[in-house]
């Protein structure tokens, strides 16, 4: 199977000391593009603002 199951934590939160969202999303295993830990900005409910979000393992 090529995609793996992956999941995005906010960065934003953590450092702040407040609740950090979690998204479940997947990933390509082969893409050359994306060799690092992938970051998107994605909305965090509990700041009510859109946060980098940085992959966890």
């Given at each position: 199977?090529?995609?793996?199951?992956?999941?995005?934590?906010?960065?934003?939160?953590?450092?702040?000391?407040?609740?950090?969202?979690?998204?479940?999303?997947?990933?390509n295993?082969?893409?050359?593009?994306?060799?690092?830990?992938?970051?998107?900005?994605?909305?965090?409910?509990?700041?009510?603002?859109?946060?980098?979000?940085?992959?966890?393992?």
């Open positions: 199977m090529p995609r793996d199951i992956i999941i995005l934590e906010c960065t934003e939160a953590r450092a702040e000391g407040g609740i950090p969202s979690r998204y479940v999303t997947t990933r295993k082969k893409s050359v593009r994306t060799p690092g830990r992938l970051e998107k900005v994605k909305f965090n409910p509990f700041l009510k603002r859109r946060t980098k979000h940085r992959e966890i393992r």
